[in-house]
């Protein structure tokens, strides 16, 4: 099993970067997907979910309207599109793929908003 993010990096505020997560080893459509994310001191948090179909979607309350969380069943993918990133943005974003019981993590991608 790997999830594979890629797509961090250094942006401005006010910018926009798009998170990927490549997944393999396992029956990507059965799974619910989700972004998670941990900044420096503080506890991981739910960014955003994708049910298994991909109709589905939530959001923290922070995020909503600026993050959209998409997923390509055919391409074993889940996408996560930030807009109007802020500081307090800054953190490693986790990719996370679960079913039940069973839950796979990526190693994360860091994702830093400064001017």
């Known amino acids: 099993v790997q999830l594979v993010e890629s797509g961090g990096g250094l942006v401005q505020p006010g910018g926009s970067l798009r998170l990927s997560c490549a997944a393999s080893?396992?029956?990507?459509?059965?799974?619910?997907m989700n972004w998670y994310r941990q900044a420096p001191g503080k506890e991981r948090e739910l960014v955003a979910s994708?049910?298994?179909?991909?109709?589905?979607?939530t959001y923290a309350d922070s995020m909503k309207g600026r993050f959209t969380i998409s997923r390509d069943n055919a391409k074993n993918t889940v996408y996560l599109q930030m807009n109007s990133l802020k500081p307090e943005d800054t953190a490693v974003y986790y990719c996370?793929?679960?079913?039940?019981?069973?839950?796979?993590w990526g190693q994360g991608t860091q994702v830093t908003v400064s001017s």
């Open positions: 080893g396992f029956t990507f459509s059965r799974y619910v």
């Open positions: 996370n793929a679960a079913y039940g019981k069973l839950a796979y």
């Open positions: 994708i049910s298994s179909a991909g109709g589905v979607t």
